[in-house]
């Protein structure tokens, strides 16, 4: 079942990708609309949420990449080690 969580954790990741992007663009495209300056603010905000997208994938792999440190650090001190010694 931790397998299962995990997997869905990393399968998320996209939906999160394609939120980021689509916020950020649909707070440009209000903006524009309500200031008149097109499509000068969608530009930018799309690339705010390019780049928080790229923030998450960072993340997400950060975490992967502490989660498989963990799990290889408790198979070194596990019982087997205890018997080497």
Known sequence: MRA????AQYASLGLEM???VAIGA???WFLDSR????PWLLLVFLLFG???AFKAVIDAARRATQASNSTSDQESDGP???KKD
């Open 4 to 7: 299962f969580f995990k997997a």
């Open 18 to 20: 394609g939120l980021c």
């Open 26 to 28: 649909g707070i440009g």
């Open 35 to 38: 200031l008149g300056t097109k």
């Open 50 to 52: 390019i780049a928080a």
């Open 80 to 82: 087997d080690r205890a």
